[in-house]
C-alpha cells in the first residue's frame, strides 16, 4: 500500500499510519495477537496450528477484538482436556479449598 496524499498528524506523523502499518504486517500483528491470547485463555506453549487458526480468525474479524474472542472462547480448543487441567481453570470449591491449604501451611510455617 503505497500513501499518495498523506495527512499530516501528531508530531509529523501519517494519520493514516496505522492503516498502513497494518497493511503491511497484518500477518505478523494476527499472529501476535493470536499469540497473547492463546497464552492466556488456552495454554502456555500453544501450537503453530492453533496460533494460526486463531490469527485467522482475528483478521476475518477486521481485527475487532470482541467477535474475534467471542468466536476463540468458542472453539474446542479452549476445552480441550490439556487446556482445562491447567491451574488457569479452577471452580469455586478447587480455590476455597486451595485457599485453605495454603492459609493452613503458612499459618504453622
Do not use: C, W
Request: proline share 4%.
Amino acid at each position: 500500500m503505497l500513501i499518495l496524499n498523506p495527512v499530516n498528524g501528531n508530531n509529523g506523523l501519517t494519520d493514516n499510519a496505522i492503516e498502513y502499518i497494518f497493511a503491511q504486517r497484518s500477518d505478523a500483528i494476527a499472529l501476535f495477537l493470536a499469540d497473547r491470547i492463546a497464552r492466556f485463555y488456552i495454554q502456555d506453549h500453544p501450537s503453530r496450528a492453533e496460533l494460526d487458526f486463531i490469527a485467522q480468525i482475528i483478521k476475518n474479524n477486521n481485527f475487532e477484538m470482541l467477535p474475534s474472542i467471542k468466536a476463540i472462547l468458542a472453539l474446542d480448543i479452549i476445552y480441550a482436556d490439556n487446556s482445562m487441567n491447567s491451574i488457569r481453570y479452577k471452580n469455586p470449591l478447587e480455590l476455597n479449598i486451595g485457599t485453605i491449604r495454603f492459609l493452613r501451611g503458612n499459618a504453622f510455617s
